[in-house]
């Protein structure tokens, strides 16, 4: 008789049911009823047992339809649709980013079903099976090995029939002439051997130079495939999770569902263009992003919005401890007690601490509008148009915005320290985003100036930024005569007479603002007196009495020099040496 084993989720059923006597429990976990009433199987359990509500697993086909791109990790959303049963059912999302915050794991309806959401979850299963990807990949390369080795058994055949033929022609030779029994070969046999070596060698080289090409192809092919494989792998191991989302619906039917979870292999960063044009007085600034992602999923026709903030930032104000102040011995010893105690811990504190840890190019893309907006803690651009960032090791730029601001130019030089005067730009960012630290490409009328940094700016605050060496202002400095003299019968002393001159010529088109940036020596000592000859203070602008430091400011005719005058006396007893020298 044929039987039918229906398991049980109850162990307490394990005894006869009902009436029939051919119905048993073979194990604690199933039933055995023969199969002339197994059409009574649904009707015998509902009796018996109840309706029972057992979730049932779904795997859901989803799309990404938008990431959310923070400094330090992607908000990524996934859409998708399915039929499901009434009563509970298990969501399954497979071949998730490996890398993720289980903690901001999202799950939300999308249409307005009859039904809630109780439950989700994303991790990663210990026993993961090989992807059908993986296994087909492995079974074309089994292949096309297997291809090659009977190429390489044909291609030893070819050598080998080479290899006999002449082996026959030779001994064919050492035979020829000798007489057998009154008989020796005769001149036919001979030339019908040179034809069957000849023909031999013929269809084996052939055979040796297709087969050759053959293998050459297949090697080819092989390496083609490793490579494949190897970036499935990578692939599989970059998407090694699993989110499972538990609902309970009121009824059937069709269920939209939105998931988003925080991949940690992502980024971006800004990346700037400034375009000076001095002599029209504007600058253009051109605000792109590197973005990149190495999470195993390709972005593909997303919507890509990049936020200021960074996702995984501590949230928590800083909190402030007391600060103990003790002799310099005594936090010496303390320290050395501390570094002895962390190379030999406590085993208890140990155990509690590891059972705790968890195992361990540009691209332009429209003439739209970039859109923009702020919340209270961050500004967020969305890239117009729907972009596509592949998962790669390389990052992609992508433009944010171009606008041009308002700027005003100088020049400012340090001729002290050298003599190359450095173009500046005063500007307001009028632009919609704050300008994060970063590195600018700097180009003055047209051409590429220098690399420069750029600090924080926030929307309509104004800064001041550097845009290269300016070659149109030419700047030279000269020492003139140093009159060093001695004076004084019982307080001896030293006088030191120092002239620098600062020769500054404007070699722009229009009138240029200049600034030129000099400095007094600073007596530490009250012996040491400094006694300033020029500038005079009311031509110069000095932020600080303290340190010594000035400011010339002038604007230059075309082709118009000026020359900056700094000169001083420095009065020392005599007996002294001055460091640094002057």
Known sequence: MDWATVPTPFSK???????????YCRSPHHLVIPMKHSYLIPFALCAILGPLSIAADHSVETSITEVSLFRDGALVTRQGSLSVPVGKSTLVFRDLPSQVDPTALQANFTNEPSGVIRNAKIFQPRDREENKTIEAIRERLDEAKKTKEKKTRILSEAKADISFASSMRDSFSEEFGKLDGGQSLSLQQAKELADFVAQTKVNAYTQIDTVEIEIKAIDKTIKEIEMELAKANETAILL??????????????????????????????????????????SLEFGYFASVWQFTGENWSEIELSLQTNQANRQGNVPELYPLNVTQQEDYARKQSFDSLRQRIPDSSAELLYSSSQPAQAISKLSDQRTAISSTTVSFQATIPGNVTVPSARESSAYEVLEESVEAEFWSESVPRIQLDAYLRAKMRNTLALP????????FVDGKLSSKVHLDKILPEEETEISLGTDGNIIVTRTEGAQKDSNSGFIDKTTTLNREYKNEVTNLHSVAHKVIIVDQFPIAQNTKIEIRRKAPPSSDVEIEDENDGIFKWEATLAPKEEKTFTTAYEVIYPRDWNLFPEL
């Open 13 to 23: 059923y394990n005894c006869v049911i009902g009436s029939f006597p051919e119905v």
């Open 240 to 281: 090694s999770s699993i989110a499972e989302v538990e609902i309970e619906m009121d009824k059937a039917g069709e269920v939209g569902i939105a998931l988003s979870y925080l991949a940690n292999d992502a980024h971006w960063a800004p990346q700037y263009e400034l375009r000076a044009f001095p002599d029209r007085g």
């Open 435 to 442: 300008i994060l630290p970063g590195q600018a490409l700097a």
